[in-house]
Every structure is written in C-alpha cells, then in structure tokens.
C-alpha cells in the first residue's frame, strides 16, 4: 500500500502565495512521475503540475508562470509553491503518484485551496 500525506492547504487573499507539500510511503521505492491535480465545486479534476524523476515538469495552461512544483531528491516528496494565487485557483488539491515498474497510480486525501478576499 502506498500512502500520500498532503499539507500546507488554507485560505488565502487574491495576489497571494501558498505552498503544498506531499510526501510518499508505504510500497514504493520509485517513482514514474508525481504531481497535483484539482477539483473545484462542480468541475471536473484538471492537472496543475506534474514533475519526472529526470525533473522534467508540466503545467496545466491555467498555472503556467504562477505555480512551480519541486522534488525533493532524497525521499519521494514533492512541493508546489503557489504565487499570484487568483480565487478561480479555489479547489481541491490531490497528491497523486505512479509507481516505478508496475506503473500503480495513487491519489492523497486532498488538501482544500481557498483564495477569496
């Protein structure tokens, strides 16, 4: 079993900034790629960021030039800094994994995401 532990969501005002952190445990010793997706309120869940092992990295259009996400090269850990935050950034954000090999996709909890003044 693999486990995804999310923090650093919250309420935040418009042109703000916050930072997501994601670590991972359990059954898994690598990792194919590891990132944040979103859900808003009636919406359907859109990627925000993405990142390789190699440190490659993609970003949904909605992010670009906004957001950044990291690893950290010593654990299976990512970290998604968000500035400029805009309140249709409102969501839900879900930790999510694929695994080295068998190629197993695992999601977090989810941490809530509120930008409003």
């Known amino acids: 079993q693999v486990q995804l532990v999310e923090s650093g969501g919250g309420l935040v005002q418009p042109g703000g900034s916050l930072r997501l952190s994601c670590a991972a445990s359990?059954?898994?010793?690598?990792?194919?790629?590891m990132g944040w997706y979103r859900q808003a309120p009636g919406k359907e869940r859109e990627l925000v960021a993405l990142?390789?092992?190699?440190?490659?990295?993609r970003y949904g259009d909605s992010v670009k030039g906004r957001f950044t996400i990291s690893r950290d090269v010593r654990k299976i850990s990512v970290q998604l800094q968000m500035n400029m935050l805009k309140p249709e950034d409102t969501a839900v954000y879900y930790c999510?994994?694929?695994?080295?090999?068998?190629?197993?996709?695992?999601w977090g909890q989810g941490t809530q995401v509120t930008v409003s003044s």
């Open positions: 999510n994994v694929v695994t080295a090999g068998w190629g197993s996709e695992h």
């Open positions: 990142i390789h092992p190699s440190g490659n990295t």
């Open positions: 359990g059954r898994i010793s690598a990792y194919s790629r």
